[in-house]
């Protein structure tokens, strides 16, 4: 009988481990399954925050875009509010430098005005002096209209002047009208 039995055992044990094979099977996919559903939950909760920190880098990179753009016209506004005040500046040193050419070109004026009485005054007198002091006069008075072209001509120098050579043109046609002023009392003195 054991003969007998033997194939049943077999087949038993065989369905048996078939069985077990099966269930180990069925197991084993179930485990499968729950890895591949871990896998996929994990993948995606990753790509949610791969997205979410490309949105904040993309939010970031805006947010610096625009603060480089913010500072740019900044600085545009204070280079052209610099701009501006200097323009105004530069402006003012104009008009400034024209009025004290102005006024160093009257004060020269009214006294080469003074002068060119004074010498009116001692041509006239000249007129009605002896030949000999006339003659002395008249060779005293020889350069002075030379002179008179000579203060003119630096008063007139005074318009051209930059700011940096005003004081020096002034100076130039005050000599010039001192030397003028000295010709004109050497003259009139002859008269004397």
């Not at 997205?51 to 625009?66: C, N, R």
């Not at 004026?109 to 007198?125: G, N, P, S, Y």
């Amino acid at each position: 009988m054991l003969e007998r039995s033997l194939p049943v055992h077999a087949v038993l044990l065989l369905a048996t481990l078939a069985c077990d094979d099966a269930k180990d099977k069925a197991r084993a996919a179930e485990l499968q399954r729950q890895a591949d559903d871990r896998v996929t939950k994990i993948q995606g909760e990753a790509s949610e925050k791969v997205a979410a920190a490309e949105k904040k880098i993309a939010e970031l990179q805006d947010q610096l875009v625009e603060a480089g753009a913010a500072a740019k016209a900044q600085a545009e506004e204070e280079v052209t509010k610099a701009k501006s005040e200097a323009d105004k500046f530069a402006a003012e040193a104009a008009a400034a430098l024209k009025k004290a050419r102005a006024a160093y070109k009257e004060e020269e004026r009214h006294e080469l005005v003074t002068l060119t009485k004074e010498l009116d005054d001692v041509r006239a007198k000249a007129q009605s002096a002896q030949p000999k002091v006339k003659t002395q006069v008249d060779q005293a008075l020889k350069d002075v209209n030379a002179k008179k072209d000579a203060v003119k001509k630096d008063i007139d120098a005074i318009d051209t002047s930059s700011l940096e050579t005003l004081k020096a043109a002034k100076a130039k046609a005050d000599q010039a009208l001192a030397q003028l002023k000295q010709a004109i009392h050497a003259a009139k003195a002859k008269l004397q």
